[in-house]
């Protein structure tokens, strides 16, 4: 088992920033690749990015690319997302998440362990 929490979500003005957070705990983080995904209200969860266990290799939505960068600390048992430039259209709720691949996988039915979620609001 994984528990993943994360934190750093919040109201912020278009073009601002955050930091997202994800800690986890439970088995070895490191073997895990991690992936984060949004929710907008009456929206299905997408992809917004994801890196693979080793920290080598990243992938993004092309929604958030340039903007948004994920890294990890594996010592730390933490991953991260970077948000800048944010939109509006950036708004939902971010969730982290956990899969045993050891390689990049964007689709959420992929992964087996999620977080309770952290809500960004981007206003206009």
């Known amino acids: 088992q994984v528990q993943l929490v994360e934190s750093g979500g919040g109201l912020v003005q278009a073009g601002g920033s955050l930091r997202l957070s994800c800690a986890a705990s439970?088995?070895?983080?490191?073997?895990?690749?991690m992936g984060w995904f949004r929710q907008a209200p009456g929206k299905e969860r997408e992809f917004v990015a994801a890196?693979?266990?080793?920290?080598?290799?990243?992938n993004y939505a092309d929604s958030v690319k340039g903007r948004f960068t994920i890294s990890r600390d594996n010592a730390k048992n933490t991953v991260y997302l970077q948000m800048n430039s944010l939109k509006p259209e950036d708004t939902g709720v971010y969730y982290c998440?956990?899969?045993?691949?050891?390689?990049?996988?964007?689709?959420?039915?992929?992964?087996?362990?999620w977080g309770q979620g952290t809500q960004v609001t981007v206003s206009s």
């Open positions: 439970g088995r070895t983080f490191s073997g895990y690749t």
């Open positions: 890196i693979k266990w080793s920290g080598g290799s990243t």
């Open positions: 998440a956990a899969t045993a691949y050891r390689t990049i996988i964007t689709s959420h039915l992929r992964y087996d362990y």
